[in-house]
T-cell receptor, first 109, second 110 residues
Framework: RKEVEQDPGPFNVPEGATVAFNCTYS??????FFWYRQDCRKEPKLLMSVYSSGNEDGRFTAQLNRASQYISLLIRDSKLSDSATYLC??????????FGSGTRLLVRP | DADVTQTPRNRITKTGKRIMLECSQT?????MYWYRQDPGLGLRLIYYSFDVKDINKGEISDGYSVSRQAQAKFSLSLESAIPNQTALYFCATAGTDTQYFGPGTRLTVL
């Protein structure tokens, strides 16, 4: 079983739609959680950290459920520029990041 | 100028050749990492270093070696390249939790 699992997609949505991605992780000792964004053939970049209380950054909302070992990312009012692969990432106690294989989002006009 | 740079950006080589990929950073971070990315597998950690005297193997270190020449430089070597090492390689640095990635090196081993 992979340590971080995501639905690979692709999620194909129209502009303006709301879309949600989920991610599960297997190590209950994981300490920090993140969503990274990766454009095709580019490097991953931090989108947002995920806190136990949930956090919001503009159109993006991230939530963490430690009991179920589950992380989510909600994107409201999707833009064409949101098309990318979204990587769910967890950090263990030794400052190593474990990456999910990513969920691909396609936003169409 | 980019904070994390990688050279070369693209490389085609033949089986059995020795290859070095270089990474430099201007962020002043102590922690540096090398990953490879393959379609459908996500990013996998090859080696990481928490300072110049600290080198650690990641989950897929076989066939690779590294050198931390200075705080700002971390090189990855393939002593004898093989075709299944064809991949996109990323270097990353971190000061706290956030990792900052270089632009990647696309390596093809024929």
């Amino acid at each position: 079983r992979k340590e971080v699992e995501q639905d690979p997609g692709p999620f194909n949505v129209p502009e303006g739609a709301t879309v949600a991605f989920n991610c599960t992780y297997s190590n209950s000792a994981s300490q920090s959680f993140f969503w990274y964004r990766q454009d095709c053939r580019k490097e991953p970049k931090l989108l947002m950290s995920v806190y136990s209380s949930g956090n919001e950054d503009g159109r993006f909302t991230a939530q963490l459920n430690r009991a179920s070992q589950y992380i989510s990312l909600l994107i409201r009012d999707s833009k064409l520029s949101d098309s990318a692969t979204y990587l769910c990432v967890v950090r263990n106690s030794s400052y190593k990041l474990i990456f999910g294989s990513g969920t691909r989002l396609l936003v169409r006009p | 100028d980019a904070d994390v740079t990688q050279t070369p950006r693209n490389r085609i080589t033949k089986t059995g050749k020795r290859i070095m990929l270089e990474c430099s950073q201007t962020k002043g971070h102590d922690r540096m990492y090398w990953y490879r990315q393959d379609p459908g597998l996500g990013l996998r950690l090859i080696y990481y270093s928490f300072d110049v005297k600290d080198i650690n193997k990641g989950e897929i270190s076989d066939g690779y070696s590294v050198s931390r020449q200075a705080q700002a430089k971390f090189s990855l070597s393939l002593e004898s390249a093989i075709p299944n090492q064809t991949a996109l390689y990323f270097c990353a640095t971190a000061g706290t939790d956030t990792q900052y990635f270089g632009p990647g090196t696309r390596l093809t081993v024929l």
